[in-house]
């Protein structure tokens, strides 16, 4: 059974900086590309960032361009999310996603919370 | 990039009615086209993709239409379950863009 696990939310003050973790199960990431999807408290979905099946390929919103790095540990079986210099703004609850037929999104995590506050 | 516009944005209907969601694309995605299913508290579900072909396990009252730059997503006959919030996602190319989503509430 595919799992996403995540972890490592919580509440960090403006211009601070989180490391998000999705621990996969049930599955290889090393064979699928995989993405984070953000929800701002009573909005809709927007897409984040997501990195191909063998790690050589990323891509982010315009939003956290240059802010927010994605990963994976493929030993772990883990992706990440290294977010820097956060915002108000991007106070939401994160998914990590595993692709489907690029770029649909077939598995979703639990949703990690991240709010940036003072 | 491209914009997804959903409407209406709340459907009120009661069980046994059928739904019509729509999906507005800026400019055309083929047939790029998912939908998803989002209850409160719950991550999204894919319910269809590609426009118009029910992923796995999603009930044959769920069916998808449309092509180029306007799409629909169909419950024919409402179940109790079926009341949630629905958004449309392109994947025809950089961003990906999901559309403000649509609530199916009871009447």
């Known amino acids: 059974e595919v799992q996403l696990l995540g972890s490592g939310g919580g509440l960090v003050q403006p211009g601070g900086s989180l490391r998000l973790s999705c621990a996969a199960s049930?599955?290889?990431?090393?064979?699928?590309?995989m993405s984070w999807v953000r929800q701002a408290p009573g909005k809709g979905l927007e897409w984040v960032s997501a990195?191909?099946?063998?790690?050589?390929?990323?891509t982010y919103a315009d939003s956290v361009k240059g802010r927010f790095t994605i990963s994976r540990d493929t030993s772990k079986n883990t992706l990440y999310l290294q977010m820097d210099s956060l915002r108000g703004e991007d106070t939401a609850v994160y998914y990590c996603?595993?692709?489907?037929?690029?770029?649909?999104?077939?598995?979703w995590g639990q949703g990690i919370l991240v709010t940036v506050s003072s | 990039e491209i914009e997804l516009t959903q409407s209406p944005g709340t459907l009120s209907l009661s069980p046994g009615e059928r739904a019509t969601l729509s999906c507005r694309a800026s400019q055309s995605v083929a047939d790029y086209l998912a939908w998803y299913q989002q209850k409160p508290g719950q991550a999204p579900r894919l319910l269809i993709y590609d426009a118009s072909n029910r992923a796995t396990g999603i009930p044959a009252r769920f069916s998808g239409s449309g092509s180029g730059t306007d799409f629909t997503l169909t419950i024919s006959s409402l179940e109790p379950e079926d009341f949630a919030v629905y958004y449309c996602?392109?994947?025809?190319?950089?961003?990906?863009?999901f559309g403000g989503g649509t609530k199916v509430e009871i009447k």
């Open positions: 996602q392109h994947r025809s190319n950089w961003p990906l863009t």
């Open positions: 990195i191909s099946r063998d790690g050589s390929g990323t």
């Open positions: 996603a595993k692709v489907w037929r690029t770029w649909y999104f077939d598995h």
């Open positions: 049930g599955f290889s990431i090393s064979f699928y590309d």
